[in-house]
């Protein structure tokens, strides 16, 4: 006889369901392991955070708050389906939105912290020329569109949620893939910013894989190993909520 585990309106067996939350569980550890790693990176190699009144140090909250609000708020918000399977669906669309909410600001603050970085150096450094920073445009420009689409068809259009339903239902599978993409991005977007940070701040001792070296690959893989993760449990149709 099979042992079905239900949960919400899907279930799974009990081999599958062990994986999931095995899985689960191993992108949480690295979801809150990059959060931790680029705070303890900042706190030892790049002595801390401060604003404007010392431009290096304010630059250490542009990766910090973008790990935060692209990664581990967008990786949480994300998951927010597949983890809270037993929840009504109003409840888990509530805390998708807020996830997405508290990511806005972070990522607005990041924003500001590199322009002010770059323009008021003296001399001022160049903005918006390196691969990372187109990179970081389009994924912008693609979390922005999210929110708006997601805000318009899943909240405001519910007003009329008789005439509108096969319209969300369409809608969705196409929102749930462009935020998939858009995390890769985000991913990739970091990891080309460590690299980025690595040769310009280390130069030849990246080379001799020192100490900081060491911390920035490190936070690079996690995020690749993050990434993996991430498309496994949200591709796959085993694990989705039916």
């Known amino acids: 006889r099979s042992h079905q585990v239900y949960g919400g309106e899907g279930s799974m067996s009990r081999g599958w369901s062990c994986l999931f939350y095995l ?4 992108t949480e550890v690295l979801l809150f392991g990059v959060l931790i790693l680029s705070l303890v990176w900042v ?6 955070f401060a604003w404007n009144e010392d431009v290096k140090k304010q630059f250490n909250l542009h990766p910090v708050l973008m790990i935060t609000g692209f990664i581990f708020l967008m990786g949480n918000a994300m998951l927010v ?7 009504n669906k109003l409840a888990s ?3 998708h939105t807020f996830l997405y909410l508290l990511a ?5 603050v990041a924003t ?7 323009n008021l150096r003296d001399p001022p450094i160049p903005n918006l020329y390196s691969l990372h920073s187109w990179l970081g445009l389009v994924t912008m420009g693609l979390f922005a569109l999210q929110f708006v689409v997601g805000f318009f068809s899943f909240w405001i259009l519910l007003c009329c949620d008789q005439g509108t339903s096969n319209f969300r239902a369409n809608l969705l599978p196409i929102h749930s ?5 858009t995390f890769m991005l985000a991913v990739a977007t970091a990891v080309s910013g460590y690299t980025e940070k690595a040769i310009f701040s280390l130069k030849s001792d990246y080379a001799q894989l020192v100490d900081e070296a060491w911390y920035i690959n490190a936070q690079g893989i996690s995020l690749v ?3 993996i993760l991430m498309c496994f449990l949200l591709f796959s149709h085993t694990f989705s909520r039916r």
Do not use: E, S
């Open 23 to 26: 899985l689960v569980f191993l």
């Open 43 to 48: 706190y030892l190699f790049r002595d801390g």
């Open 81 to 87: 389906y597949r983890l809270f399977r037993c929840c």
């Open 93 to 95: 669309k509530i805390l």
């Open 104 to 108: 806005v600001p972070c990522i607005v």
């Open 112 to 118: 500001i912290a590199v322009f002010d970085n770059h």
């Open 177 to 181: 893939t462009f935020g998939i993409i």
């Open 225 to 227: 190993a993050l990434a």
